[in-house]
């Protein structure tokens, strides 16, 4: 999925993203521009579903501002209990943290994080 700029996706608390790529065709969340921070990135905002997974997925150029005054820019945020699996991704390239999470639970597993401004993870 390619991104205009300042765009974003949010899932709320009725709703799931369920992004499962396999190892040799990985589903990609970019911007149309490859410049850090071009679009918002991913969200998950109260949304307690197990269905909200992110396997196998490239998350890249995301961050350029929050989706909340809660949380920070990041390619991925999870806050206000969301529940999200991320495991086997490469999280990249974004103008704030790679992932940013709030009062949530987040597992990780097998997560490379690579030139994200504000460092891989962050919590608040």
Do not use: C
């Not at 850090?36 to 197990?50: I, K, M, N």
């Not at 997925?57 to 961050?63: D, Q, S």
């Not at 809660?70 to 103008?95: D, F, M, Q």
């Amino acid at each position: 999925m390619s991104f205009e700029s300042n765009a974003g996706l949010e899932v709320w608390s009725t709703g799931s993203l369920d992004a499962t790529g396999t190892a040799d065709a990985p589903i990609t969340f970019t911007g149309e521009q490859k410049t850090a921070g071009f679009w918002r990135g991913l969200s998950y905002r109260e949304s307690d579903r197990v269905e909200n997974r992110l396997v196998y997925v490239v998350v890249e150029h995301a961050g350029t501002e929050r989706f909340n005054h809660r949380v920070e820019p990041a390619n991925v945020t999870a806050y206000i209990g969301s529940r999200l699996l991320v495991e086997n991704a490469t999280i990249r390239n974004g103008a704030g943290y790679g992932l940013y999470t709030s009062a949530s639970n987040v597992t990780t597993t097998a997560v490379t994080y690579q030139n994200n401004a504000l460092g891989g993870v962050g919590t608040a």
